[in-house]
């Protein structure tokens, strides 16, 4: 008998465990987890390493599509906007939002006051970016617009951007897709965008205690979405077959 707690609509938040699964089956999930109508909330890793485009980004390299035929790396398309995202030497999450607040921007600051709140209590204040968001660039970790966080005071090298999200609405529903760089692959990010990584500071903590930490600053930063007091509520195996068959489909 399947213990998990299945999804049943719900205006509380249900809060998911860290997965790391294959890009494919991380988008799926948060297709399907908007498609419920229930706010929610995840942190997920990736399998291997994985470029994520942006939902209109048009700009394909060759090469990339080449490194993904051969297996390389994983090349998914994600649902929210912006640019191509690294994943691998991150941590990713995903804000299902219904009602969020229909102005974008104030949008952004409520959803991303939760992330602010975690790195502040670690002596790491972040700012939203002022660079104009205009079209997406082909590596989203290249601009920090007012969808991005980046670290106060700017290092030598300017901004050091340290998480970068992307907004996807359905129905008056958010869903918000957001990359937290941790260790940034210098190799990879040079081989794939002809740039170093970010400049970011180290943190002063190891990735366990900063999951730990997100999740009790989400719980006191996200009023309108209020966490469930008895935890995390992974996937029925009604749930898995339900986004495999989604996966399987190919609906987007």
């Not at 995840?42 to 390299?61: E, F, M, N, T």
């Not at 104009?132 to 090298?157: E, I, K, Q, W, Y």
């Not at 965008?193 to 190891?206: K, N, Q």
């Amino acid at each position: 008998m399947d213990s998990t707690v299945p999804a049943s609509p719900s205006r509380t938040t249900r809060l998911l465990p860290t997965l790391q699964l294959s890009g494919r089956w991380q988008m799926a999930m948060d297709r399907w987890l908007l498609d419920q109508g229930q706010p929610a909330l995840r942190l997920y890793r990736w399998q291997q390493p994985c470029l994520s485009l942006g939902r209109h980004q048009k700009q394909v390299p060759a090469h990339w599509l080449e490194w993904a035929a051969s297996g390389r790396l994983e090349l998914v398309r994600r649902p929210s906007g912006g640019g191509a995202v690294l994943h691998g030497g991150d941590l990713s999450y995903c804000l299902i939002w219904p009602g969020a607040p229909v102005d974008r921007a104030a949008a952004y600051r409520q959803a991303c006051s939760w992330l602010q709140r975690a790195f502040a209590s670690l002596g790491l204040p972040l700012v939203f970016g002022d660079q104009p968001a205009g079209l997406a660039p082909r590596n989203c970790f290249a601009t920090s617009s007012a969808a991005d966080l980046v670290h106060v005071p700017p290092t030598a090298t300017g901004a050091a951007k340290r998480i970068g999200s992307a907004q996807f609405w359905q129905g008056g529903r958010l869903l918000q897709h957001g990359s937290i760089q941790l260790e940034p692959d210098g190799t990879w990010w040079r081989e794939l965008f002809g740039t170093p990584p970010p400049p970011l500071p180290s943190l002063p903590c190891d990735e366990t205690f900063l999951e730990e930490l997100l999740l009790e600053a989400a719980a006191g930063a996200l009023p309108e979405l209020e966490l469930p007091p008895l935890g995390l509520q992974p996937l029925s195996r009604d749930e898995r077959r339900a986004i495999s068959a989604r996966m399987e489909s190919g609906q987007p």
